[in-house]
Every structure is written in C-alpha cells, then in structure tokens.
C-alpha cells in the first residue's frame, strides 16, 4: 500500500489549497487526513467512511471539505479560507488489513 500526497506549499490568509493523494494497493472506502503542525502533535482534520460518511475537526467546519474518486483511488482535501492556525504538514491515511498506512506529508504554510 502507498500514499502520495501533494498539493502543499504557500498561502495567503484567506486563500485556498487543494491536496491531493493518490492510493495503491488499497481502496478509499474509509480515508482520512491529518495534520501535524511544528511541536503539536498530529491530529485528524477529516475523515469519510463508508456510505460517505464525513466528519471534521471543529477547527476546520466549513472550510474544508474532503472527497475522494473510488475509480481513481483518489482522496482530496480542498481548504478554504486559510489561516495561520492551518499551517501543519498534512498526510493522508487509509486502513488496511487492520493497519493504517500513511503517505509522506504535504507541507502547507499560511502567511499572515
């Protein structure tokens, strides 16, 4: 199973990103992203289950959305409205076999 995220880079406040991650070797019935920001530790920011259940941390309700392409194994985390308080590297994760894989992390810094 791999996990390529990207999409990351700079920001404005008020801006948008869009990361991506491309999954092989698993489904994305059940996907998730993360975020671990510079001496915090990593915390869920979205996560859709089966059925497309989704749920968000509170810091991120309505400005985020995640999706995801079941054909195309492709998970997505479009942020709106950015704001320093985003700035974190982000990874994505699925579940498989009782494991949850990882990809590498997409840096993504907002600039007051």
């Known amino acids: 199973v791999q996990l390529q995220a990207s999409g990351g880079g700079l920001a404005q406040a008020g801006g948008s990103l869009r990361l991506s991650c491309a999954v092989s070797g698993a489904s994305v019935t059940v996907v998730g992203w993360y975020r671990q920001a510079p001496g915090k530790e990593r915390e869920s920011v979205a996560r859709m289950v089966g059925g497309g259940i989704i749920s968000y941390a509170d810091s991120v309700k309505g400005r985020f959305t995640i999706s995801r392409d079941i054909r195309k194994r492709m998970v997505y985390l479009q942020m709106d409205s950015l704001s320093p308080e985003d700035t974190a590297v982000y990874y994505c994760?699925?579940?498989?076999?009782?494991?949850?894989?990882w990809g590498q992390g997409t840096l993504v810094t907002v600039s007051s």
């Open positions: 994760t699925v579940p498989y076999r009782g494991y949850d894989y």
